[in-house]
């Protein structure tokens, strides 16, 4: 199993404030996934393929990555952003996502 | 739109069944994977299993194998999720979401909460 390692575990950004937020891999991945989830809703998709942009999502967030490492990173930090986000694999069974790292608004 | 509705959730006891339904719209259901992901209480995201279109692959992720039962009728456009055998560690909400190009879930229900307690 494929385990993804998430940090920060919390973070909290000022509005205009650029974050990234890093999720490592303990084997090599092909692709990652981001996904964000508000209190009380469901995950909604970010990233796809590692830095392609969800149907939607405004263009400040941005991924990047490969091999063992990659990062989701917000450019200039919105209230809205205030979330939890989660790194996802499924280069290999089982799927497995990151701990999440929980985004707050200073 | 697309639409992802799960209902069948609800307060079971320990060692007894209940079975999930996710009834999708909005899109050709008969042409996408699907998987059932749940979340405990306060907890993180976690795959439970996972679908092929025409149900030809199934994956159970190792703490449901032999309890859970994944399953889709394309004609009703409905995915199913039988929990057999629960404990109280399976206590969570369970949502259902597609699998969509490049195997990115693109698409997620409400979700349905399933506790498990005497």
């Known amino acids: 199993e494929i385990v993804l390692t998430q940090s920060p575990t919390t973070t909290a950004a000022s509005p205009g404030e650029k974050v990234t937020i890093t999720c490592l891999a303990s084997?090599?991945?092909?692709?990652m996934y981001w996904y964000q989830q508000k209190s009380g809703a469901s995950p909604k998709l970010l990233i796809y393929?590692?830095?392609s942009l969800a149907s939607g999502v405004p263009d400040r967030f941005s991924g990047s990555g490969s091999g063992t490492s990659y990062s989701l990173t917000i450019n200039t930090m919105e209230a809205e952003d205030a979330a939890t986000y989660y790194c996802?694999?499924?280069?290999?069974?089982?799927?497995?996502f990151g701990s999440g790292t929980k985004l707050e608004i200073k | 739109e697309v639409q992802l509705v799960e209902s069948g959730g609800g307060l079971v006891q320990p060692g007894r069944s209940l079975k999930l339904s996710c009834l999708a719209s909005?899109?050709?259901?008969?042409?996408?994977?699907m998987n059932w992901i749940r979340q405990a209480p306060g907890k993180g995201l976690e795959w439970v299993a996972s679908?092929?279109?025409?149900?030809?692959?199934?994956y159970y992720a190792d703490t449901v194998k032999g309890r859970f039962t994944i399953s889709r009728d394309n004609a009703k456009n409905t995915l199913y999720l039988q929990m057999t055998s629960l404990r109280s560690e399976d206590t969570a909400l369970y949502y259902c979401?597609?699998?969509?190009?490049?195997?990115?879930?693109?698409?997620w229900g409400q979700g349905a909460s399933v506790t498990v307690s005497s």
């Open positions: 979401a597609r699998v969509g190009y490049g195997l990115r879930m693109d698409a």
């Open positions: 909005g899109f050709t259901f008969s042409n996408y994977g």
């Open positions: 679908i092929s279109s025409s149900s030809s692959y199934i």
């Open positions: 084997s090599s991945v092909s692709n």
């Open positions: 393929s590692t830095s």
């Open positions: 996802q694999q499924w280069s290999s069974n089982p799927l497995t």
